[in-house]
């Protein structure tokens, strides 16, 4: 009976031996332990994540709260400042690998709202909605001088090593002005082109593929619109190619008349031009 009663005492005696707490507080203890670091993680403050964790090209100012739900003041990507940036980082995805990240800003003349979810080698954008006037996003993209508003809804976005393979949404773009077709009217003020709809119809290869029509203006316009990306994870340097056809409206100005009639290659008994734009977007 002795011998029994101290091989049960044995492991407990080792155990305070090796300073360890018996069994019976060890379940207790890694619950605290596990709260604790919850605790810690909960509370990272945001200002802290930013310096370790950003990247270079996203700069932050006036940074409050946590790394889950938290403020910015100021923050800007290159070409793009926002102010009022406002995140909320979900936690469970963590455990899965992916990081999922709500988020909403004001921009100069506009605003930014959305949802993104990141893991490794793939990026997927959700419910983006984002208006802007294109001279803000003139720096960003190279717009070549062209003038107006942008209002995009993108339903979804995925990305693969920072290529498009899908891609849903719309893009309306009101009060279009462009510089002048011809390089020896550079002085001359913008053509007004009216208001368009983008509808986002997928990718081939590395192209984005979308179909355009106009919403009121001098010109009905029916065109196809690649815009091959050059560049993971941007737009900047993208090379558009369209096929596109117009007509003018009653109301279209004359000036429209000579860059129209440089681009058009045939004309049919309805009046519709077919043009080639390449010498004009070579320009931008």
Do not use: C
């Not at 492991?11 to 060890?26: E, F, T």
């Not at 800007?76 to 936690?91: I, T, Y």
């Not at 899965?96 to 997927?124: H, K, N, T, W, Y």
């Amino acid at each position: 009976m002795h011998r029994r009663l101290i091989g049960r005492l044995r492991p407990a005696v080792s155990a305070n031996a090796a300073g360890l707490p018996p069994r019976a507080a060890r379940p207790w203890l890694a619950i605290a332990g596990a709260a604790y670091v919850v605790f810690l993680v909960a509370s990272f403050p945001a200002g802290t994540a930013q310096r370790w964790f950003a990247p270079e090209a996203l700069r932050f100012d006036g940074v409050d709260g946590t790394i889950w739900t938290g403020s910015a003041d100021l923050a800007s990507l290159p070409g793009m400042p926002m102010r009022d940036l406002r995140w909320n980082l979900d936690a469970l995805p963590l455990l899965l690998g992916r990081i999922s990240v709500q988020f909403e800003a004001r921009l100069a003349d506009g605003s930014l709202r959305g949802a993104m979810a990141v893991s490794p080698g793939a990026v997927s954008v959700a419910d983006l909605q984002a208006s802007a006037n294109l001279a803000l996003l003139d720096g960003a993209l190279k717009l070549g001088g062209v003038q107006g508003l942008a209002s995009l809804n993108l339903q979804s976005l995925e990305l693969e090593d920072g290529w498009p393979t899908a891609v849903t949404g719309s893009l309306r773009i009101e009060q279009l002005r462009v510089p002048p077709l011809t390089p020896s009217d550079a002085s001359a003020a913008p053509i007004p082109f009216g208001n368009f709809e983008v509808t986002l119809s997928g990718v081939a290869g590395r192209s984005l593929l979308a179909v355009v029509q106009d919403a009121g203006g001098p010109l009905e316009i029916a065109a196809e619109l690649a815009l091959e990306l050059v560049r993971p994870y941007s737009l900047a340097g993208a090379a558009p190619s369209v096929a596109a056809r117009v007509r003018e409206r009653p109301d279209a100005p004359g000036e429209l008349a000579v860059p129209l009639n440089m681009l058009t290659v045939a004309t049919d008994t309805e009046g519709w031009r077919t043009l080639d734009l390449d010498p004009w977007l070579t320009t931008l």
